[in-house]
């Protein structure tokens, strides 16, 4: 046993360490549970949550690609109601803290799942997906709209004193903006990247692979944009960071800290090898004890030293 100290705060949020599951690659903990103890990680974060369950897209969903992979599930999840009867009872049995992923079609919904989820006491952090269409205007996505971002934050930070953090997209020119809009609206953390917008297409039937055409681009091949964001919110805006995407392996997440994330998560690796997030626990620790860290939070930001 040694006495390096891996917690950190993600502002008032607080974590064993700072290796999170990521949004929508371990179910509602329940898919990864056989794989890796639970106990032990820093938390985890459910698939996206809606209102009303959502079936998703038709197959084909998913595409590997070059260091990545594509997918457009199209949110597919049980809704929250589902989610506390018969999903909560099984996360009651770990001490790991749970957030829960919120994805919406109006700036309403947002609010009526966070009110419906918040006296759950299992759960101990919201963090808002706004990478959804908009129905209500004109289907572009919240997270592409700096003023919809400030309005979702606002309207939810009204229903719920817990943590509350923004998932930000990638795909816009200054994420830092809408970081900024995260802190003056009342949230207490973004988490930086979500997927990249991106195509592929069957050269034979010369169609497109995924039934959605577009999808999601995740995996390594997104880690230095990830980076790049991650550092452009962490110059230019003082709000604490989860860094995300494509994070394979332990010197990946010091690379975050460095960069200015205070947590970090593991998304597409889980599907690689489900047993990597735990291992990775003890190689932090091991990288502090080389390098005569006391507390693995001083990394965060520490390219400005
Ligand atoms: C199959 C799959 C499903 C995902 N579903 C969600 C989701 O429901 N909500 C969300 O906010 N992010 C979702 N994501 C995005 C991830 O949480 C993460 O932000 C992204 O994959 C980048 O991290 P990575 O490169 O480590 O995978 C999904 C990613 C994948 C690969």
Do not use: H
């Not at 947002?110 to 908009?134: G, H, M, Q, W």
């Not at 069957?202 to 980076?227: C, D, E, F, H």
């Not at 995407?245 to 010091?254: E, Y």
């Not at 597409?268 to 390098?291: G, H, Q, W």
């Amino acid at each position: 046993m040694s006495d390096i100290d891996l917690s950190v705060n993600i502002g008032k949020f607080k974590l064993r360490n700072p290796i999170m599951l990521a949004s929508g690659t371990v179910g509602y903990g329940n898919e990864i549970s056989e794989f890796s103890d639970l106990n032990k990680l820093g938390a985890i974060v459910t698939k996206s949550l809606s209102l009303k369950p959502r079936k998703g897209n038709p197959p084909q969903r998913i595409v590997e690609t070059p260091s990545g992979m594509l997918n457009a599930i199209g949110l597919a999840n049980v809704g929250v109601d589902i989610f506390l009867k018969e999903k909560i009872p099984f996360l009651k049995k770990y001490d790991v803290p749970l957030v829960c992923n919120i994805a919406a079609s109006t700036v309403e919904e947002y609010v009526e799942c966070t009110r419906i989820l918040d006296s759950e006491e299992t759960i101990k952090a919201f963090e808002i997906n706004v990478s959804c269409p908009n129905v209500k205007d004109g289907g572009l996505q919240f997270g592409n709209d700096i003023k919809a971002v400030g309005l979702v934050i606002s309207k939810v930070r009204a229903v719920t004193n817990k943590p509350l953090i923004i998932k930000l997209s990638p795909n816009v020119s200054y994420i830092s903006e809408f970081a900024q809009v995260v802190k003056n609206e009342g949230g207490d953390a973004v988490s930086a990247i979500n997927t990249l917008v991106g195509t592929a297409f069957n050269i034979i039937t010369k169609k497109p692979k995924l039934y959605n055409v577009n999808g999601g681009l995740s995996g390594p091949a997104i880690k230095p944009v990830a980076l790049a964001k991650v550092l452009e919110i962490s110059r230019k805006v003082d709000i604490p960071i989860i860094g995300i995407g494509g994070i394979m392996n332990w010197k990946d997440v010091i690379e975050f800290m460095i960069a200015g994330a205070s947590a970090i998560q593991i998304g597409t690796l889980n599907f690689i090898d489900p047993t990597a997030p735990e291992r990775m626990i003890k190689e932090l620790e091991d990288y502090c004890v080389s390098n005569q860290l006391n507390k693995i939070s001083d990394l965060t930001a520490s390219y400005l030293i």
